[in-house]
């Protein structure tokens, strides 16, 4: 049995995974394939032991943002320290802007985003590794452009990149 894949989004840039996949079982499935793959990859013996407390295991929780409606063919997911609380206090809340607005912001901020990882001797390659490959013909969603715009602004804030001439407006 074949299941068709309408599109995959997955960029990892300084440990941030955007994936916007088709709602099957089977996109469950390599999404949970994925993630065990990249926590593998990310394992490294060099790396320093450190103790780790339940309290760092919840704020890891936490701050993975999982946005999935059955209504909609599309999801995404962000693994970012610190991003689903700026989310909660810092953003704008759902409603303010329209899906459109969005969209149009969106669009944009991905056009630019792609740009960038095509130049890897101008921009730095930790921060922009993969292309998002993010069509404005589909309908993703309000909860889906609504995640993905406020990431973009939280990660010209984090890590102070300007993706457009503008501000980042939050």
Request: with cysteine; glycine share 2%; charged share 20%.
């Amino acid at each position: 049995m074949a299941f068709y894949v309408k599109s995959f989004i997955h960029a990892i840039s300084n440990g941030i995974i955007f994936v916007i996949l088709s709602k099957t079982k089977a996109m469950k499935n390599i999404l949970f394939i994925c993630l065990i793959c990249i926590l593998a990859y990310s394992c490294n013996t060099s790396k320093k032991v450190t103790d780790t407390t339940s309290e760092t295991i919840n704020a890891t929780v936490k701050d993975t943002v999982r946005i999935a409606n059955d209504e909609l063919e599309y999801e995404i997911v962000i693994f970012e320290p610190g991003f689903s609380i700026w989310v909660e206090t810092t953003a704008r809340q759902r409603g303010y802007y329209d899906q459109s607005y969005f969209e149009s912001k969106n669009q944009f901020l991905v056009s630019e985003w792609n740009s960038r990882v095509l130049q890897p001797q101008r921009y730095d390659t930790s921060l922009y590794e993969m292309r998002i490959d993010y069509n404005p013909h589909i309908d993703y969603g309000y909860e889906v452009n609504y995640m993905l715009y406020n990431y973009f602004v939280y990660f010209q804030l984090k890590y102070k990149q300007r993706l457009s001439s503008f501000l980042p407006r939050i």
